[in-house]
């Protein structure tokens, strides 16, 4: 029998297949631990890329934004912020003016206890924290549009600082290519007309996991960016593990162009051939609810080409404690009879966040979606055109029994790892 683990979470699932199964594991290449995060982060940030020190870029008076991620994203920022914190002291900006805006998106508000877990009860006792609200008017400020027609609304007290600071992870993405850099500003505190008017229909259609080069949602945050002025970027490449292999600071393009290319090189991984049954893992704490677990799929489908076979299944072991993790998709879902009425639909428009809705559609037109080991009650998931099954093996057995001679594609970190069936020229050839 061949043996494999993948993850639900924190947990490891083990999965046995028979020797005479067809099966390919896809495995991120091993990149070194960075020994030390602290000093590492601390080099980067000493040595930025395309820009000054962050201590030469701010004077006395100054009012100093630091936009972190929130609890969906998962990077040691309860080291990065006290580096960030000692340069702007450094260069005469005091406690008082600095506000950390979390950068939500159109997610939840972070509670202030996950807030001191996440970034230090210290901390949090000595800033400013304040979760950001793509909803409230008041606390949003218009800036005009994009040359594209865009608006341009954020934060207000972003928009207002005199200096903009940004932290992220650059991994795989399904619309900005590669996430990091601008997009923390460009989306996580952006308002809701901003995140509305980029996650639409058209925009996704032109976007590929992996792509950074000719991508419009890119373009827009780039331009975003620039017009609001973000002034300096820490960003982190990890391991699925959550392990950090490098840090890169500065120019919030060029050091991420930088970390880009090391991105790659560990987590796009040439395939020979397509898999009619992928197993896709999810690594904590994308597990907790089906909005984030279900991203799993996407690099199966939206990379350079699916590398799931059309009518494929895939398979996505994750506990969902926290259930769905929004209403609207599931509510646009359940009102649809089929996959091509979800597309369909998506022309008429929706709100933001309910893209998960048109996502989900374009990959059930390609493949089935399994979701195994799940706290969602198996009639709730049918509701929106996905299938269950107690555990991941009985999932697997079942497929296999179905289709005889199936190749199976085993994904382990499934949101990170990034599968090239052929390699990345010729899979842009083919599409």
């Not at 619309?175 to 500003?185: M, P, R």
């Not at 001679?405 to 382990?412: E, L, N, T, Y």
Request: aromatic share 4%; charged share 25%.
């Amino acid at each position: 029998m061949q043996t494999y683990a993948v993850p639900n979470g924190h947990r490891m699932i083990e999965l046995t297949l028979p020797d005479d199964v067809d099966c390919t594991l896809v495995s991120n290449k091993p990149m070194p631990v960075l020994p030390d995060a602290r000093q590492a982060t601390r080099d980067a940030i000493l040595h930025p890329i395309g820009s000054k020190r962050l201590s030469g870029m701010v004077q006395p008076g100054q009012k100093a934004a630091i936009i972190v991620t929130d609890i969906t994203r998962k990077l040691p920022e309860e080291i990065i912020l006290p580096l960030i914190l000692e340069e702007l002291q450094l260069g005469g900006v005091g406690t008082e003016d600095i506000t950390v805006v979390v950068a939500t998106g159109t997610h939840r508000p972070n509670t202030r206890e996950e807030m001191s877990a996440k970034f230090g009860a210290d901390l949090v006792e000595r800033l400013r924290f304040v979760n950001h609200n793509a909803w409230d008017r008041q606390g949003l400020k218009d800036l005009g549009t994009s040359r594209h027609g865009v608006p341009l609304v954020v934060n207000r007290q972003v928009a207002e600082a005199d200096v903009r600071i940004s932290t992220g992870v650059i991994e795989t993405h399904l619309f900005a290519g590669y996430s990091g850099g601008v997009k923390s500003l460009a989306v996580g505190v952006a308002g809701e007309a901003t995140i509305a008017a980029t996650h639409n229909y058209e925009m996704m259609k032109r976007t590929r996991i992996g792509m950074i080069e000719n991508n419009p949602f890119r373009e827009f945050l780039t331009e975003a960016a620039t017009a609001v002025g973000l002034d300096f970027i820490v960003n982190c490449v990890q391991t699925g593990k959550k392990e950090l292999v490098r840090v890169v600071a500065g120019d919030p393009v060029e050091a991420f162009e930088e970390g880009v290319k090391f991105a790659r090189a560990m987590v796009e991984v040439e395939l020979e051939y397509q898999g009619d049954i992928l197993v896709t893992g999810v690594i904590y704490p994308k597990n907790r609810d089906l909005y984030q677990a279900t991203r799993a799929a996407n690099s199966s489908v939206f990379g350079p080409r699916p590398v799931v076979t059309k009518g494929g299944v895939l398979l996505i072991p994750a506990s969902c404690e926290d259930g769905f993790g929004k209403p609207g998709y599931v509510d646009w879902m359940s009102r649809c009879n089929s996959a091509e009425e979800i597309v369909r639909s998506a022309c008429d428009g929706y709100a933001p966040g309910d893209q998960k809705a048109l996502i989900l559609g374009w990959i059930l037109q390609e493949a089935r979606i399994v979701m195994t080991d799940c706290q969602i009650p198996p009639k709730d998931l049918a509701r929106i055109h996905l299938e269950s099954a107690p555990t991941l093996q009985q999932a697997l057995d079942r497929e296999l029994k179905r289709r005889p001679g199936a190749k199976v594609v085993i994904i382990p970190d499934a949101l990170l790892s990034l599968p090239i069936i052929g390699g990345r020229r010729r899979a842009s050839e083919a599409t």
